[in-house]
């Protein structure tokens, strides 16, 4: 059974940073890639960014691009997301997720979600 649990989240002020961790348990993490996506109040949930399983690959959704990076550290088995330059509308909960599936590129489906980390970007 996998296992994500996301931390890092909190309040920032528009313009400021906060860097969000993933920590995945439960079997081997560098086969998988792996996703960001939020979720704001009253929206659907949205894909923020994913990186494949080597870390070499990445893609983020247009609203975020230029402003946040999603890597991985394969060794301690968590997965980051960088967010520089946040805007008001960053304000969502924030979930990793791991499509279930190896050496899958680009992930279309996902398989195990964590419980979510809320960030709040005041204006």
């Known amino acids: 059974q996998v296992h994500l649990v996301e931390s890092g989240g909190g309040l920032v002020q528009a313009g400021g940073s906060l860097r969000l961790s993933c920590a995945a348990s439960?079997?081997?993490?560098?086969?998988?890639?792996m996703s960001w996506f939020r979720q704001a109040p009253g929206k659907e949930r949205e894909f923020v960014a994913s990186?494949?399983?080597?870390?070499?690959?990445?893609d983020y959704a247009d609203s975020v691009k230029g402003r946040f990076t999603v890597s991985r550290d394969n060794a301690n088995n968590t997965v980051y997301l960088q967010m520089s330059g946040q805007k008001p509308e960053d304000t969502a909960v924030y979930y990793c997720?791991?499509?279930?599936?190896?050496?899958?590129?680009?992930?279309?489906?996902?398989?195990?979600w964590g419980q979510g980390t809320q960030v709040t970007v005041s204006s």
């Open positions: 990186i494949n399983w080597r870390g070499s690959r990445t």
């Open positions: 439960g079997r081997t993490f560098g086969d998988y890639a």
């Open positions: 997720a791991e499509p279930g599936v190896l050496w899958s590129w680009p992930p279309s489906t996902y398989a195990y």
